[in-house]
């Protein structure tokens, strides 16, 4: 779906602004849909957009206030979905294959369907590491790569450590980036930052924890 | 040539454009009060606006993001929301003190009373934002408000004492009688002037709107670079003026006439007349300018389709955004609250906004996934951290500063 290998999903998807063929707008990324595959790995399969999406990441409480103010409309508890197909590509802005009139739909999946998450469940999800015991460390990033039988992208490591997802802010990407003085702050804030290997994790989505062995360090 | 004449044109609206109502007003009460003694405040200011409107008019051009697309990659939507808040008010007080500006302006032209001009000059704001050229209205009034250089006509014409001015601007030293603490909130809320958030959101958004490319950069540094200081000197020979004028009298500048004043004194009628167009032109420009820039900053923290390019059944939330907020003005106005006084709160909320603008700007300026080779160099990387701990002292003081001071009234 993409020209780039691997990318993160916080740092290049979240709140990024989704542009359709035309070069028309079509809102921003508020969450990202996660769909566990047979395998148990974590696929990409949709942008969300709107109120739905957008609300639980800024307070729990004003969400369920906002749902409870229609209590009968499905919609307030359901986003709108653009599908991961109709994804050109990710750049500074995400590039889609399709026009923008009546694209934003809703999943009506049927009981047996897919187990589906969003990436806002994932992050800020409480991770236990057996070589670093004790330590609050917490999901801030979700790594997306190319699958080996090219059948588009899946979640292959986390990053977890202190703070708020997204202030990495990018740095634990390149390792010479400047300014000097914000890389040296952002780097101290993230010294027990790592990236965990997603097939050595176990992901306890009811009680949200993430159990797992090691992580590596970022460069 | 035509390249030549592009440049041209760009920096002399850049000068026009960068004074506006809170421009004028402050820099001649802080003149009539502290001569040139805060005037390197002004200096710094703008060696800021250009560091950060350079960034953010290469990310525009590179990239096709504007600012705040970049406040909530970057921030989140929690903090990039706290960021809207901040950056929303001080903007929309901003363009309602200059639709209050322009009314103000008219009404010293014909003695009707500015409430009665209030709801003509708001429905031709927003007429000009629905309907008018982008670059039109840059050019025109841009120009117009070039006009603001019989400040420094009248300037030469007063006579003033050079000596005293210039080594009252390099001694930084306040006047006998004023008071330390008024002396920092008055260099607070200069500095907070020169470098309000919303000329870097409709500097970057009016890059994407007219679809810069990295051809452009050259001709954005120029019209940052020449356009802006030049506009900084413009706000120096106002106050400047009202230094000659005012500070021996010991007079304060409380109106809008007051400021245009030392033309009448240094130039007679004519001089006034052209200040008052400037004075018009120059508010009507900003009154454009933070308009915009509200709808903007929203219409980019939700993901709406925006431009004053695009028509407004494509861009419908953004253009219903533009008369919402035009309505919203002309009501505030119509309450009767002065509208010079309205900017003063204003600093405030540029404590919130600030900070939270250049962080990310300055963050993606040197992300290589958004500029590829145009990352930031060391100058601009020293120069941005350097304004970045400023504009973050100046936040945190810019509070207990108001509160001791009584808003510069104690």
Redesign the interface.
């Known amino acids: 779906m993409t020209t780039r290998q691997q990318y993160d999903a916080a740092l ?1 998807l ?5 542009v359709d063929v035309d070069g ?5 990324v ?1 969450d990202v849909e996660l769909t566990e595959e047979p395998d148990g790995s974590l696929v990409p399969t949709g942008l969300l ?1 709107g109120m739905a999406a ?1 609300l639980p ?3 729990r409480g004003l969400y369920r206030r906002w749902v409870r103010l229609a209590p009968a409309n499905a919609e307030r508890s359901r986003p709108g979905v653009i599908d991961i197909e109709a994804v050109a590509e990710v ?3 995400i590039r889609l294959s399709v026009g923008r009139d009546q694209l934003i739909e809703r999943r009506s999946d049927p009981p047996s369907g897919p187990t589906r998450h969003t990436l806002s469940e994932l992050l800020e999800m409480r991770v236990e590491l057996a070589d670093c015991p004790g330590k609050a460390l917490q999901v801030l990033d979700v790594r997306l790569a190319e699958r080996p039988d090219a059948r588009g992208k899946s979640v292959t490591a986390l990053l977890v450590g202190h703070g ?3 202030s990495y ?2 740095y634990e990407r ?1 390792p010479g ?6 890389a040296a702050v952002v780097r101290w804030m993230h010294r027990h930052s790592r990236f965990v290997d997603a097939a050595e994790v176990e992901i306890d989505w009811e009680a949200r924890i993430v159990r797992g062995d090691v992580g590596t360090t970022p460069p | 040539m035509k390249r030549l004449f592009a440049i041209a044109l760009g920096i002399l609206t850049a000068i026009g454009g960068f004074v506006d109502i809170g421009d004028l007003v402050t820099n001649a009460q802080v003149g009539a009060r502290f001569g040139l003694s805060l005037g390197w405040v002004v200096v710094v200011g703008v060696v800021g606006i250009c560091v950060f409107a350079e960034m953010s008019g290469r990310i525009a051009a590179v990239s096709g993001r504007a600012t705040f697309d970049l406040v909530r990659e970057r921030l989140g939507p929690r903090v990039g929301l706290l960021n809207l808040a901040g950056s929303l008010a001080v903007t929309l007080l901003t363009f309602i003190a200059e639709i209050g500006g322009v009314a103000l302006a008219l009404e010293l032209v014909t003695s009707v009373h500015y409430l009665l001009w209030v709801p003509l000059v708001a429905v031709l704001v927003w007429l000009v934002l629905w309907r008018a050229k982008f670059s039109l209205m840059e050019n025109v009034l841009g120009l117009l408000g070039l006009s603001l250089i019989v400040f420094g006509v009248a300037l030469w014409q007063l006579h003033p004492d050079w000596g005293h001015l210039s080594s009252q601007m390099a001694a930084a030293d306040k006047p006998l009688g004023e008071s330390w603490t008024l002396y920092a909130y008055f260099a607070v809320a200069l500095f907070g002037a020169a470098m309000t958030p919303y000329e870097v959101f409709f500097f970057s958004s009016g890059g994407v709107e007219e679809r810069w490319t990295t051809k452009d950069i050259s001709t954005m540094r120029a019209n940052v670079f020449i356009g802006f200081p030049l506009g900084g000197l413009l706000s120096l020979f106002i106050a400047a003026a009202a230094a000659t004028v005012y500070q021996p009298l010991g007079i304060s500048v409380e109106t809008l006439g007051e400021v245009g004043l030392p033309v009448a004194v240094g130039l007679g009628k004519i001089g006034l007349a052209i200040a008052i167009v400037g004075f018009v032109a120059a508010t009507f420009g900003a009154a454009c300018e933070t308009g915009l820039s509200a709808g903007y900053s929203v219409a980019q923290y939700v993901g709406w389709q925006w431009g004053k390019y695009v028509k407004p059944r494509v861009a419908g939330a953004f253009h219903l955004s533009l008369v919402l907020f035009t309505v919203l003005a002309a009501g505030v106005l119509m309450t009767m609250v002065h509208p010079i006084l309205v900017t003063e709160f204003s600093v405030v909320f540029s404590a919130v906004a600030l900070p939270l603008t250049y962080f990310p700007i300055l963050v993606v300026a040197n992300d290589p996934d958004y500029l590829g080779e145009h990352t930031n160099g060391r100058v601009a990387n020293a120069l941005g951290t350097v304004y970045l701990v400023l504009v973050g002292v100046a936040a945190i003081a810019a509070i207990p500063l108001m509160v001791l001071t009584k808003m510069g009234t104690a």
């Not at chain 1, 979240?14 to 989704?18: A, G, K, S, V, Y």
């Not at chain 1, 028309?24 to 921003?28: E, F, Q, S, T």
């Not at chain 1, 980036?177 to 914000?182: D, F």
């Open positions: 290049h979240l709140d990024r602004q989704i028309l707008l079509v809102g921003n508020d957009v957008l990441r800024l307070s750049d500074s802005d708020r997802p997204g802010l990018g390149a980036r400047g300014p000097w003085l914000v």
